[in-house]
């Protein structure tokens, strides 16, 4: 009886598996009720190894500043450094921007930005997001979204520059009320973008 030769397909099957019994390994010291929610039974070994290995990746990134995502650290200057006559506001609109691109090819997304003046973003970038302790995560198609209409804290700038009308109108019925009147954005920008 002639033994057929064992197809592509069956070495990238048993390669997967030999990784998944990998990741599993290194998995183990971390898992808890958040990773044993989900199904991976549902998921291919392919998939299943994508979500352990996005796991093992969450679970192994060091925590740092956003400042210091960058070498060296991202210092900007004090935000009270940019005069507010026309040369002190164009100085701070060219390191606003340079910074906002800096920020993206960090994976750093700013969201909800067109509410506030270049001075008002510079300090919220200042003040806020730099010192900010977040996961590094390494070799990740994910971004990390800001909102720095800070939604979640004060709903009123969301609801009046950026909510969908069908969002306005869930808000109103949760709520009991209308949402604030819509506003046009004073400070329209076009940000760096990639999807939520």
């Not at 200042?126 to 979640?152: N, V």
Request: charged content about 30%; overall charge negative.
């Amino acid at each position: 009886m002639e033994r057929s030769e064992p197809s592509a397909f069956d070495y990238d099957e048993v390669d997967h598996l030999l990784r998944n019994a990998e990741l599993r390994d290194q998995i183990e010291p971390y898992v808890d009720e958040s990773i044993c929610r989900v199904n991976v039974r549902a998921f291919s070994t392919a998939k299943e190894n994508e979500f352990l290995a996005s796991m093992l990746a969450w679970e192994r990134a060091p925590v740092l500043a956003i400042a210091e995502w960058f070498e060296p650290p991202l210092n900007l200057p004090r935000p009270e450094e940019f005069s507010s006559d026309l040369e002190g506001e164009d100085a701070l609109h060219e390191v606003l921007w340079d910074t906002v691109y800096k920020l993206f090819e960090k994976r750093i997304v700013l969201d909800f930005t067109d509410h506030l003046s270049d001075r008002e973003m510079y300090q919220l970038i200042y003040r806020d997001i730099l010192p900010s302790q977040e996961k590094k995560l390494e070799g990740t198609e994910s971004y990390l979204h800001w909102d720095c209409a800070d939604a979640g804290q004060n709903p009123t700038i969301y609801l009046s520059y950026y909510a969908s009308d069908s969002e306005r109108d869930e808000w109103e019925v949760e709520h009991g009320y209308p949402p604030p009147p819509r506003a046009r954005a004073p400070f329209p920008r076009q940000l760096p973008r990639r999807p939520l």
